[in-house]
């Protein structure tokens, strides 16, 4: 049983009902790395009035996103280092709708804040835009972030299929991802998981129903950015003391 089929009875929401009902650019996010098993094992006693998000008829579309960073891995080490305040900037293409968008993420304590844009371009041409630059440095600027977006460069590209939930009452949501792959902008070098997926439930300061049931099966939240954890595994010799011990068991 994969995760599609667990959802798969579940009644569906299209992705446009999800963003007027919990959009949650500004939430709490907790991230669990699952077996595949007990992904399955979650997801079938799922509360009942939870939807899953279809979007162009698929429910675990695909998704491909490009991180932008410094030089010197700003974005990489805010993470690694734990500081308090941590950002992102990434393009992320929705492939069976074939849309895209520019986001920020930033990050402060518990609490992290999305802002996008719809982007037309790739990854690379985010850095030869003054538009692109310009919104790029509004969000990070506004966080109390700054950072020279000129030097912005490609760093990881993911791929990964999603199911997306809104739980019940409206008042959060999760995403499934699996098949999660890193590879390098040149795609030299790659790293999958195929025996694990990131479950990450996405609500208010209150713990979601979700929260609740994968607590009961013994699952705590991991200090995980996909980002993070992929560069880590392509260059190791980066600082990745905070994931060693995920790294280690994942390797083993």
Do not use: C
């Not at 995403?175 to 609500?203: C, I, M, N, R, Y």
């Amino acid at each position: 049983m994969s995760a599609v089929d667990a959802v798969a009875k579940l009644a569906t929401v299209t992705l446009d009902e999800l963003n007027e009902t919990a959009s949650l650019q500004t939430r709490v996010d907790r991230k669990y790395v699952l077996t595949v098993a007990d992904a399955e094992a979650i997801l079938v006693g799922l509360p009942a009035g939870t939807r899953v998000v279809d979007v162009a008829g698929e429910l675990s579309p695909l998704y491909r996103s490009t991180y932008l960073d410094t030089p010197g891995l700003d974005a990489y080490l805010t993470s690694a280092h734990r500081r308090r305040l941590r950002w992102k900037v990434r393009t992320r293409t929705y492939v069976a709708s074939n849309t895209s968008f520019l986001e920020v993420k930033t990050r402060h304590r518990t609490q992290t804040v999305k802002q996008r844009t719809p982007w037309a371009g790739g990854s690379a041409s985010v850095v030869g835009d003054t538009e692109g630059r310009g919104y790029v440095a509004a969000q990070l600027r506004g966080a109390g972030i700054h950072v020279d977006v000129s030097s912005l460069v490609p760093t990881l590209r993911t791929r990964y299929r999603r199911v997306t939930l809104l739980m019940p009452g409206g008042d959060a949501r999760a995403t499934v991802d699996s098949g999660l792959t890193w590879t390098t902008p040149t795609d030299d070098q790659a790293q999958t998981w195929t025996g694990h997926v990131v479950l990450e439930t996405k609500s208010g300061a209150a713990p979601s129903a979700l929260d609740r049931l994968l607590w009961q099966a013994g699952h705590r939240p991991q200090p995980l950015s996909k980002y993070a954890v992929g560069l880590a595994q392509l260059q190791p010799d980066l600082p990745h003391n905070r994931w060693h011990r995920l790294l280690a068991a994942h390797a083993a």
